[in-house]
């Protein structure tokens, strides 16, 4: 068997996505073509070591590039070779950059939304109001929607994780539109003799008629049939992740918006307006299903970040001053409303925007006619 056959079937045996699939086959064949098709047997720890630093002194790549190449080669040589890669904690480590990421602001939001349609603003209004990645987005599946509850489960994200979300109930009634042009689409392919859905792990084995339920069945699915690279069945797959991208970027240009705005910027959005209507980390962290809390505290450096957010404590102390002079009591502060409460009035309002932005647009182009 050929060296990349051995390293796909030892990622299979460990159930990894198809994305890491490729990804680690990829950097295992740039690392044999690095030291010109020399077999990884036949090397360890130095060249390793030479491959690595190259690709942070030679390519300039991210931290995370380099991580990524590393975990690969490291992949092949425990589990396919069955071989210590040896000691490379030598190598000279890309630099990782402290960036802050891009989020919008409220207005921003709603004018990027108003520049989208169908089921693409659909799509970015889940982001945004659930806080979910791309491919947490792009994967859900009819049974992860419970309107009872009005809950979201977002199945296996990062590190594997589950966790829930809030259904915002002013989406309630497009995902239920949604969710029919689904249906419609799978009898469709039922009655064409397909209508099977990629099931995780040994599922497919063990329930063999489960890849045709409906509530396997994809939330946002491709508009075609397509063959399974692992299993070659016909299957309809989700939808493809660059398509949101796109419409994104599109809907960015045409709103005018001067930032480099991305799918990841909705999330981002997300976090950093519950952070800004004064909710507490830890509930925002569960949210977006980050293990470490540190990583959430860089929204706070966002919300935070300028004099101009700085509430200077002689504000309360002029109020109190003003309430000794008129005599009147300190008023207590107000209660805290829930997260899904807040974000609740929060989306209504963006939706509220969207529809003048949109009315707004239809007036000029009815007095331009």
Same mark, same amino acid.
């Given at each position: 068997?050929?060296?990349?056959?051995?390293?796909?079937?030892?990622?299979?045996?460990?159930?990894?996505?198809?994305?890491?699939?490729?990804?680690?086959?990829?950097?295992?064949?740039?690392?044999?073509?690095?030291?010109?098709?020399?077999?990884?047997?036949?090397?360890?720890?130095?060249?390793?070591?030479?491959?690595?630093?190259?690709?942070?002194?030679?390519?300039?790549?991210?931290?995370?590039?380099?991580?990524?190449?590393?975990?690969?080669?490291?992949?092949?040589?425990?589990?396919?070779?069955?071989?210590?890669?040896?000691?490379?904690?030598?190598?000279?480590?890309?630099?990782?950059?402290?960036?802050?990421?891009?989020?919008?602001?409220?207005?921003?939001?709603?004018?990027?939304?108003?520049?989208?349609?169908?089921?693409?603003?659909?799509?970015?209004?889940?982001?945004?109001?659930?806080?979910?990645?791309?491919?947490?987005?792009?994967?859900?599946?009819?049974?992860?929607?419970?309107?009872?509850?009005?809950?979201?489960?977002?199945?296996?994200?990062?590190?594997?994780?589950?966790?829930?979300?809030?259904?915002?109930?002013?989406?309630?009634?497009?995902?239920?539109?949604?969710?029919?042009?689904?249906?419609?689409?799978?009898?469709?392919?039922?009655?064409?003799?397909?209508?099977?859905?990629?099931?995780?792990?040994?599922?497919?084995?063990?329930?063999?008629?489960?890849?045709?339920?409906?509530?396997?069945?994809?939330?946002?699915?491709?508009?075609?049939?397509?063959?399974?690279?692992?299993?070659?069945?016909?299957?309809?797959?989700?939808?493809?992740?660059?398509?949101?991208?796109?419409?994104? $970027?599109? =809907?960015?240009?045409?709103? %005018?918006?001067?930032?480099?705005?991305? &799918?990841?910027?909705?999330?981002? @959005?997300? +976090?950093?307006?519950?952070?800004?209507?004064?909710?507490?980390?830890?509930?925002?962290q569960e949210l977006l299903g980050h293990s470490d809390v540190r990583t959430t505290q860089i929204y706070t450096h966002v919300t935070?970040?300028?004099?101009?957010?700085?509430?200077?404590?002689?504000?309360?102390? $002029?109020? =109190?001053?003003?309430?000794? %002079?008129?005599?009147?009591?300190?008023? &207590?502060?107000?209660?805290?409303? @829930?997260? +899904?409460?807040?974000?609740?009035?929060?989306?209504?309002?963006?939706?509220?925007?969207?529809?003048?932005?949109?009315?707004?647009?239809?007036?000029?182009?009815?007095?331009?006619?």
């Open positions: 068997m050929k060296l990349l056959d051995q390293l796909r079937a030892a990622i299979r045996l460990r159930h990894y996505s198809i994305r890491t699939e490729r990804t680690y086959c990829d950097w295992v064949k740039r690392y044999c073509h690095y030291h010109n098709l020399r077999h990884p047997r036949e090397m360890g720890a130095p060249e390793i070591n030479q491959y690595l630093t190259h690709l942070a002194t030679d390519r300039n790549v991210a931290v995370s590039t380099q991580n990524q190449a590393c975990c690969a080669i490291v992949f092949l040589y425990k589990h396919v070779l069955g071989k210590d890669p040896g000691d490379f904690s030598d190598v000279i480590r890309a630099k990782r950059p402290k960036k802050l990421p891009v989020v919008l602001s409220l207005d921003e939001t709603a004018r990027l939304l108003s520049h989208m349609t169908g089921t693409k603003r659909v799509m970015a209004e889940l982001m945004y109001a659930t806080g979910a990645r791309i491919i947490e987005l792009i994967r859900l599946r009819v049974k992860d929607i419970d309107f009872e509850r009005n809950l979201i489960t977002i199945r296996e994200g990062k590190n594997a994780k589950d966790r829930t979300v809030p259904l915002p109930s002013e989406l309630a009634e497009d995902l239920r539109q949604q969710l029919a042009e689904t249906k419609a689409l799978h009898d469709k392919d039922l009655a064409e003799g397909f209508g099977e859905v990629y099931l995780p792990h040994a599922l497919e084995k063990k329930y063999p008629n489960a890849a045709k339920e409906w509530c396997w069945q994809y939330l946002f699915p491709s508009v075609k049939r397509s063959i399974d690279p692992r299993s070659g069945k016909e299957r309809r797959h989700h939808v493809y992740e660059k398509v949101l991208q796109k419409a994104i $970027r599109d =809907a960015t240009r045409a709103a %005018e918006i001067p930032k480099m705005v991305h &799918a990841h910027s909705l999330r981002h @959005s997300f +976090a950093t307006h519950l952070l800004e209507e004064g909710h507490d980390i830890r509930t925002v935070l970040q300028g004099a101009q957010a700085v509430r200077t404590p002689l504000t309360r102390a $002029r109020a =109190a001053m003003q309430n000794m %002079e008129t005599g009147a009591p300190e008023p &207590a502060p107000p209660e805290q409303p @829930s997260v +899904a409460e807040a974000f609740g009035l929060a989306f209504t309002l963006l939706r509220q925007k969207i529809a003048t932005l949109i009315e707004g647009r239809g007036k000029d182009c009815a007095v331009s006619q």
